[in-house]
């Protein structure tokens, strides 16, 4: 018995293995419409074996996209594309979730391979939000702290777009508070300075995901899972820690969250980073068995007897893998092969590819 291919529930939905794809941007779209590159990425998972297939970081609204070409989801245009999507990923046996995100002080940013610096406003940017107005280096100078009516309503921008995501027919959603983007700068107190109801306090600085993962459920349905990727610390003094996710943990079940994928970082430009093999992994651990929910691991996690022993020891429920699955879509197959799982047992192949099945 392989714990990564034992199917997983959440309420009322059941994930056929536990090799999850984590989300990834293209910077591929246009107006925030996805098209046949993304079918044609995101498919490729769900026919190589994935469990779940999480979207990109999509938008809630235009503001929030990271660079001018991500993904989006506040209008009809975008659901119906994403609708095509989230239909072949079901059809293939697995299950489509989408990451809602807002981009925060890291908006208006050019793709990885046009070099990551700001976009002008004249090249088709624009100025971006965040919780109080500190720049990320290298980035947009720019930042605009938002008045607290602003923050107030972003509860609803993620209601409307989790309504969206439904409707296109995704059956979770994940709130993206890590890596920098709005909802981790308002966690952490090296970028929310405010004064008001939304910063200061551990309270105050997780007010507003609360009031987001409550709105998401919400909007959501009971039936539905909802993820939240954190980043689970920092690693700098003075910022999120582990400690922090531990005891936030309790507070996003009681808001209606499921389950915490346990990413780091993203919101210190110098910070030093232990990178290797699973380095995130321990992240996952200590939420799981110190804060009571379910976890994803993820973070170079690349083979599968790795991927196998982190669901088997508990110290997550999930992995997520990115970059591995850029380099091979088909991974669940030659993992589930690799660890003795029969054809059926939590990875289907398709009908047309039976032939290429390893003996
Ligand atoms: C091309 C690319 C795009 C990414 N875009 C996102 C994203 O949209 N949202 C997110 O939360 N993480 C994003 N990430 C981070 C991955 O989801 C993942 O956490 C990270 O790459 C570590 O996992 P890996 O070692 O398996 O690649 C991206 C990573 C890559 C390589």
Same mark, same amino acid.
């Given at each position: 018995m392989s714990a990564l291919f034992t199917p997983i529930r959440l309420r009322d939905l059941e994930v056929r293995n536990r090799v999850w794809v984590s989300p990834m941007c293209q910077y591929s779209a246009h107006h925030g419409v996805p098209d046949d590159w993304h079918l044609v990425h995101l498919g490729s998972f769900a026919r190589g074996g994935a469990g779940l297939v999480f979207t990109e970081a999509t938008a809630v609204v235009p503001e929030g996209r990271i660079?001018?070409?991500?993904?989006?989801?506040?209008?009809?245009?975008?659901?119906?594309?994403?609708? !095509?999507?989230?239909?072949?990923? !079901?059809? !293939?046996?697995?299950?489509?979730?989408?990451q809602l995100a807002h981009a925060g002080r890291k908006a208006s940013t050019r793709a990885p391979w046009l070099g990551r610096g700001p976009v002008p406003d004249d090249a088709g940017g624009w100025r971006p939000v965040a919780p109080s107005a500190l720049a990320f280096p290298g980035l947009r100078d720019d930042p605009r702290a938002l008045e607290h009516d602003e923050v107030a309503a972003l509860p609803d921008a993620f209601a409307a777009a989790t309504r969206r995501a439904v409707e296109a027919g995704f059956e979770a959603v994940e709130v993206h508070a890590a890596h920098g983007y709005l909802l981790h700068t308002f966690l952490s107190p090296l970028s929310n300075r405010r004064e008001d109801e939304y910063g200061g306090s551990f309270e105050g600085r997780?007010?507003?995901?609360?009031?987001?993962? !409550?709105?998401?459920? &919400?909007?959501? &349905?009971?039936?539905?899972?909802?993820?939240?990727?954190?980043?689970?610390?920092?690693?700098?003094? &003075? &910022?999120?820690t582990v400690e922090d996710s531990v005891k936030l943990a309790p507070l996003l079940t009681e808001a209606g969250a499921d389950l915490v994928d346990c990413s780091s970082g993203g919101n210190v430009a110098d910070a030093t980073i232990p990178v290797g093999p699973g380095y995130q992994v321990e992240l996952a651990r200590r939420v799981r068995a110190d804060g009571g929910i379910r976890t994803g691991a993820v973070g170079m996690i690349t083979e599968p007897e790795q991927a196998e022993q982190i669901v088997a020891d508990g110290s997550a429920d999930v992995v997520l893998l990115a970059r591995a699955l850029l380099r091979n879509p088909h991974w669940a197959f030659a993992a589930a092969h690799e660890l003795g799982v029969p054809v059926g047992g939590g990875v289907d192949w398709p009908d047309q590819y039976l032939r290429a099945v390893p003996s």
């Open positions: 660079s001018p070409e991500d993904t989006g989801i506040w209008n009809d245009e975008q659901q119906a594309a994403w609708t !095509r999507i989230a239909a072949f990923v !079901r059809d !293939r046996g697995a299950t489509p979730g989408m997780t007010r507003l995901l609360l009031d987001v993962v !409550r709105a998401v459920r &919400g909007a959501l &349905g009971e039936a539905r899972p909802v993820a939240v990727r954190l980043s689970a610390t920092e690693w700098t003094d &003075g &910022g999120w």
